[in-house]
C-alpha cells in the first residue's frame, strides 16, 4: 500500500509518519530529506524543482514493487504531484490512501513553524510567510483529513490505523 501524507510544512506529517511507519514497518520516504541529500551532492547547479519528487517517486515505486508499505511524507501542493503519486500506486499494483493533515488553528500552526527545529542538517526551514505565500492548491477529490490542532499525533495515528484497515 501506498499512504501518501500531504500537507502545508508544520503541520505534522513527519511526527504521524513515524509513528505510523515504526510499528507496521513501512518505509518512510521524507521528501525534505531527500531534497536536502540532493542540494548538499550540488549535482543541479539550478534550482531543484521536482528532483525530490521524482526520487521518492521512483523510490516508493521500487519498494511497493517488493511488497513494502511506503509512507510518502510531503507537502503535495498541487494536483499534478498528488496524481502523480496515485500514477506510482496504480503502476505498482497497489492501494493508494491519500491524507491531508492540516493544522485548522492558524495561531498553533503559526506557532509550531516558528519554534521548530529540522533534524535534517543544513536544511533551512521555511519561514511562517513562505507558508503563508506558499501555492497549495485545494483538493479535487476525496481524501482523509487529519486536523493536528483537534487531535494530538497518537489520536492521528489511531485514525489513519483506523483507515487503513477499512481499505
Same mark, same amino acid.
Given at each position: 500500500? +501506498?499512504?501518501?501524507?500531504?500537507? &502545508? %510544512? ?9 509513528? $505510523?511507519?515504526? %510499528? ?19 549535482? &543541479? /547547479?539550478?534550482?531543484?524543482? =521536482? *528532483? ?6 521512483? &523510490?516508493?515505486?521500487?519498494? +511497493? ?11 503535495? %501542493? ?5 496524481? *502523480? ?10 492501494? *493508494? ?7 485548522? =488553528? ?14 535534517? #542538517? ?7 510567510? =513562505? ?6 492548491? %485545494?483538493?479535487?477529490? #476525496?481524501? $482523509?483529513? $487529519? ?12 485514525? +489513519?490505523?483506523?483507515?487503513? *484497515? /477499512?481499505?
Amino acid at each position: 500500500m +501506498l499512504i501518501i501524507l500531504s500537507g &502545508l %510544512p508544520g503541520v505534522g506529517k513527519t511526527a504521524i509518519a513515524r509513528e $505510523l511507519a515504526r %510499528p507496521i514497518g513501512a518505509v518512510h520516504l521524507r521528501i525534505d530529506s531527500i531534497e536536502q541529500a540532493i542540494r548538499q551532492a550540488a549535482v &543541479l /547547479g539550478r534550482p531543484i524543482e =521536482d *528532483a525530490g519528487y521524482r526520487v521518492a517517486y521512483a &523510490l516508493a515505486e521500487d519498494n +511497493l514493487r517488493l511488497g513494502r508499505t511506503v509512507i510518502a511524507d510531503c507537502v503535495n %501542493p498541487w494536483p499534478l504531484t498528488r496524481h *502523480a503519486w496515485v500514477d506510482v500506486a496504480q503502476r505498482s499494483a497497489v492501494q *493508494a490512501l491519500e491524507v491531508e493533515i492540516v493544522c485548522s =488553528d492558524p495561531s498553533e500552526h503559526r506557532r509550531r513553524v516558528e519554534t521548530r527545529m529540522t533534524d535534517v #542538517p543544513g536544511m533551512r526551514l521555511p519561514t511562517w510567510q =513562505d507558508i503563508v505565500e506558499r501555492d497549495y492548491r %485545494p483538493w479535487d477529490r #476525496p481524501r $482523509l483529513i $487529519l486536523d493536528s490542532a483537534v487531535c494530538d499525533v497518537e489520536e492521528n495515528v489511531q485514525r +489513519l490505523r483506523a483507515a487503513l *484497515a /477499512g481499505q
